[in-house]
Protein backbone atom coordinates (compact mmCIF):
# COMPACT_ATOMS: atom_id res chain seq x y z
CA UNK A 1 0.00 0.00 0.00
CA UNK A 2 1.65 3.29 -1.15
CA UNK A 3 0.99 5.58 1.38
CA UNK A 4 1.94 8.29 -0.11
CA UNK A 5 1.18 8.93 -3.62
CA UNK A 6 3.33 11.78 -6.17
CA UNK A 7 2.63 13.20 -9.32
CA UNK A 8 3.83 13.65 -11.93
CA UNK A 9 6.47 11.16 -12.31
CA UNK A 10 8.52 13.71 -14.46
CA UNK A 11 8.36 17.45 -15.14
CA UNK A 12 9.83 19.48 -17.81
CA UNK A 13 10.09 23.22 -18.00
CA UNK A 14 11.20 26.59 -19.32
CA UNK A 15 13.55 28.66 -17.52
CA UNK A 16 11.70 31.07 -15.27
CA UNK A 17 8.77 28.85 -15.30
CA UNK A 18 6.63 27.41 -12.14
CA UNK A 19 6.86 23.67 -11.81
CA UNK A 20 4.29 22.06 -9.40
CA UNK A 21 4.67 18.95 -8.05
CA UNK A 22 1.48 17.56 -6.77
CA UNK A 23 1.63 14.93 -3.57
CA UNK A 24 -1.55 13.08 -1.50
CA UNK A 25 -1.43 10.91 1.79
CA UNK A 26 -3.38 8.64 3.38
CA UNK A 27 -2.98 7.85 6.82
CA UNK A 28 -4.33 10.83 9.17
CA UNK A 29 -1.52 10.35 11.67
CA UNK A 30 0.69 12.35 9.31
CA UNK A 31 1.84 15.52 11.02
CA UNK A 32 5.14 16.01 9.28
CA UNK A 33 5.17 16.83 5.72
CA UNK A 34 9.17 17.53 4.00
CA UNK A 35 10.00 17.94 0.47
CA UNK A 36 13.75 16.89 -0.55
CA UNK A 37 15.67 17.38 -3.65
CA UNK A 38 17.89 14.76 -4.48
CA UNK A 39 20.79 15.25 -7.15
CA UNK A 40 22.65 12.00 -8.67
CA UNK A 41 24.70 10.02 -6.86
CA UNK A 42 23.98 12.43 -3.60
CA UNK A 43 21.71 12.14 -0.54
CA UNK A 44 18.37 14.19 -0.57
CA UNK A 45 18.42 17.24 0.74
CA UNK A 46 15.60 19.42 2.87
CA UNK A 47 14.21 21.98 0.60
CA UNK A 48 10.92 22.84 2.65
CA UNK A 49 8.67 21.20 5.46
CA UNK A 50 5.34 22.13 6.58
CA UNK A 51 2.62 20.94 9.24
CA UNK A 52 -0.55 20.63 9.31
CA UNK A 53 -1.51 23.40 11.03
CA UNK A 54 -0.95 26.17 7.97
CA UNK A 55 -2.16 26.10 4.79
CA UNK A 56 1.34 27.41 3.18
CA UNK A 57 4.88 28.24 3.55
CA UNK A 58 7.37 29.79 1.55
CA UNK A 59 11.06 29.50 1.69
CA UNK A 60 13.03 31.27 -0.92
CA UNK A 61 11.52 30.34 -4.30
CA UNK A 62 10.00 27.13 -2.60
CA UNK A 63 6.69 27.38 -1.43
CA UNK A 64 4.34 24.26 0.03
CA UNK A 65 0.88 24.39 0.27
CA UNK A 66 -0.95 21.96 2.35
CA UNK A 67 -4.63 21.03 2.20
CA UNK A 68 -5.56 19.15 4.92
CA UNK A 69 -9.03 18.56 4.35
CA UNK A 70 -8.01 17.11 0.89
CA UNK A 71 -5.06 14.97 2.45
CA UNK A 72 -3.08 16.97 -0.60
CA UNK A 73 0.07 18.60 -0.44
CA UNK A 74 2.34 20.84 -3.31
CA UNK A 75 5.75 21.59 -4.61
CA UNK A 76 5.88 25.07 -6.10
CA UNK A 77 9.27 26.38 -7.38
CA UNK A 78 8.90 30.23 -8.60
CA UNK A 79 11.61 31.69 -11.46
CA UNK A 80 12.91 27.82 -11.59
CA UNK A 81 16.55 27.60 -13.03
CA UNK A 82 18.77 25.03 -14.86
CA UNK A 83 20.25 24.78 -11.44
CA UNK A 84 16.82 23.30 -9.88
CA UNK A 85 17.19 19.91 -12.75
CA UNK A 86 16.83 17.34 -10.15
CA UNK A 87 14.45 15.05 -8.39
CA UNK A 88 12.30 15.69 -5.79
CA UNK A 89 10.72 13.59 -3.15
CA UNK A 90 7.53 14.26 -1.21
CA UNK A 91 7.65 12.48 2.36
CA UNK A 92 5.14 12.18 5.28
CA UNK A 93 5.75 11.40 8.74
CA UNK A 94 4.08 11.48 12.44
CA UNK A 95 6.51 14.22 13.44
CA UNK A 96 9.89 14.75 12.61
CA UNK A 97 11.51 12.55 14.49
CA UNK A 98 9.67 9.18 13.02
CA UNK A 99 11.13 7.36 10.00
CA UNK A 100 9.39 9.23 6.79
CA UNK A 101 7.30 7.62 4.09
CA UNK A 102 8.29 9.00 0.72
CA UNK A 103 6.65 9.43 -2.69
CA UNK A 104 7.98 8.18 -5.85
CA UNK A 105 9.73 11.16 -6.80
CA UNK A 106 9.50 13.58 -9.55
CA UNK A 107 12.31 14.49 -11.93
CA UNK A 108 12.33 17.95 -13.07
CA UNK A 109 14.23 19.42 -15.74
CA UNK A 110 14.42 22.94 -16.37
CA UNK A 111 15.83 24.08 -19.35
CA UNK A 112 17.80 26.88 -20.11
CA UNK B 1 28.72 22.18 5.67
CA UNK B 2 27.34 18.73 6.07
CA UNK B 3 25.48 17.67 9.25
CA UNK B 4 25.96 13.72 8.46
CA UNK B 5 28.60 11.75 7.09
CA UNK B 6 28.45 8.95 5.11
CA UNK B 7 31.46 6.43 4.68
CA UNK B 8 32.39 5.18 2.07
CA UNK B 9 31.23 6.91 -0.61
CA UNK B 10 31.67 4.07 -3.01
CA UNK B 11 32.58 0.73 -2.40
CA UNK B 12 32.78 -2.36 -4.97
CA UNK B 13 33.56 -5.78 -3.66
CA UNK B 14 33.38 -9.49 -4.79
CA UNK B 15 30.80 -11.81 -3.64
CA UNK B 16 30.17 -13.02 -0.19
CA UNK B 17 32.43 -10.30 1.18
CA UNK B 18 31.11 -8.42 3.97
CA UNK B 19 30.87 -4.60 4.07
CA UNK B 20 30.50 -2.26 6.77
CA UNK B 21 28.86 1.37 5.91
CA UNK B 22 29.40 4.43 8.64
CA UNK B 23 27.17 6.98 9.42
CA UNK B 24 28.28 9.71 11.83
CA UNK B 25 26.05 12.97 12.95
CA UNK B 26 28.43 16.09 13.23
CA UNK B 27 28.06 18.33 15.83
CA UNK B 28 25.09 16.91 16.89
CA UNK B 29 23.76 13.98 19.04
CA UNK B 30 21.21 11.93 16.67
CA UNK B 31 18.57 10.18 18.71
CA UNK B 32 17.61 8.11 15.92
CA UNK B 33 19.17 7.17 12.71
CA UNK B 34 17.39 5.60 9.68
CA UNK B 35 18.88 3.44 7.29
CA UNK B 36 17.21 3.65 3.46
CA UNK B 37 18.09 1.65 0.30
CA UNK B 38 17.74 3.21 -3.17
CA UNK B 39 17.93 1.40 -6.64
CA UNK B 40 18.82 3.72 -9.82
CA UNK B 41 15.25 6.31 -10.76
CA UNK B 42 13.57 4.62 -7.52
CA UNK B 43 12.33 6.34 -4.45
CA UNK B 44 13.76 6.05 -0.94
CA UNK B 45 12.75 2.47 1.06
CA UNK B 46 13.63 2.75 4.53
CA UNK B 47 15.19 -0.12 5.75
CA UNK B 48 15.22 0.08 9.47
CA UNK B 49 15.20 2.34 12.73
CA UNK B 50 18.19 2.68 15.34
CA UNK B 51 18.24 4.10 18.10
CA UNK B 52 21.32 4.67 20.23
CA UNK B 53 21.69 1.66 22.92
CA UNK B 54 18.87 -0.77 21.62
CA UNK B 55 18.11 -2.83 18.84
CA UNK B 56 17.14 -1.46 15.49
CA UNK B 57 13.89 -1.89 14.16
CA UNK B 58 13.28 -3.42 10.94
CA UNK B 59 10.78 -2.92 8.01
CA UNK B 60 9.12 -5.97 7.05
CA UNK B 61 11.08 -8.04 4.69
CA UNK B 62 14.33 -6.71 5.58
CA UNK B 63 16.71 -9.69 6.58
CA UNK B 64 17.96 -8.96 10.33
CA UNK B 65 20.86 -11.54 10.01
CA UNK B 66 21.69 -9.74 6.35
CA UNK B 67 21.91 -6.27 7.36
CA UNK B 68 23.43 -5.77 10.78
CA UNK B 69 22.82 -2.52 12.26
CA UNK B 70 24.96 -1.03 15.64
CA UNK B 71 24.10 2.11 17.02
CA UNK B 72 26.94 2.23 19.48
CA UNK B 73 26.92 6.56 20.31
CA UNK B 74 24.60 8.85 19.46
CA UNK B 75 26.96 10.09 16.90
CA UNK B 76 27.99 7.00 14.81
CA UNK B 77 25.74 4.08 13.37
CA UNK B 78 26.88 1.31 10.92
CA UNK B 79 25.00 -0.82 8.60
CA UNK B 80 27.25 -4.20 7.69
CA UNK B 81 25.52 -6.16 4.68
CA UNK B 82 26.67 -9.58 5.75
CA UNK B 83 27.65 -12.33 3.01
CA UNK B 84 27.12 -9.65 0.03
CA UNK B 85 25.68 -10.54 -3.76
CA UNK B 86 25.15 -8.94 -6.65
CA UNK B 87 21.56 -8.21 -5.67
CA UNK B 88 22.55 -6.37 -2.72
CA UNK B 89 23.80 -4.19 -5.11
CA UNK B 90 22.78 -0.69 -4.44
CA UNK B 91 22.69 3.15 -3.06
CA UNK B 92 22.81 2.98 0.63
CA UNK B 93 21.22 6.51 2.54
CA UNK B 94 21.41 6.93 6.35
CA UNK B 95 19.45 10.08 8.27
CA UNK B 96 19.49 11.01 11.69
CA UNK B 97 16.74 12.54 13.73
CA UNK B 98 18.33 15.01 16.28
CA UNK B 99 14.61 15.09 18.23
CA UNK B 100 11.97 17.75 18.65
CA UNK B 101 11.10 19.42 15.89
CA UNK B 102 14.42 19.24 13.82
CA UNK B 103 14.18 17.93 10.70
CA UNK B 104 16.07 14.59 9.35
CA UNK B 105 19.32 14.98 7.54
CA UNK B 106 20.74 12.53 5.45
CA UNK B 107 24.11 11.73 4.28
CA UNK B 108 25.60 11.69 0.76
CA UNK B 109 25.28 7.74 0.27
CA UNK B 110 26.75 5.24 -0.29
CA UNK B 111 26.83 3.14 -3.48
CA UNK B 112 27.50 -0.25 -3.12
CA UNK B 113 28.26 -2.78 -5.96
CA UNK B 114 28.72 -6.29 -5.56
CA UNK B 115 30.57 -8.09 -8.29
Known amino acids: QQQVKQSPQSLIVQKGGIPIINCAYENTAFDYFPWYQQFPGKGPALLIA?????SEKKEGRFTISFNKSAKQFSLHIMDSQPGDSATYFCAASRGSNYKLTFGKGTLLTVNP | GAVVSQHPSRVICKSGTSVKIECRSLDFQATTMFWYRQFPKQSLMLMAT?????????EQGVEKDKFLINHASLTLSTLTVTSAHPEDSSFYIC???????????FGDGTRLSIL
Open chain 2, 95 to 105: SASFGGFQPQH
Open chain 1, 50 to 54: IRPDV
Open chain 2, 50 to 58: SNEGSKATY
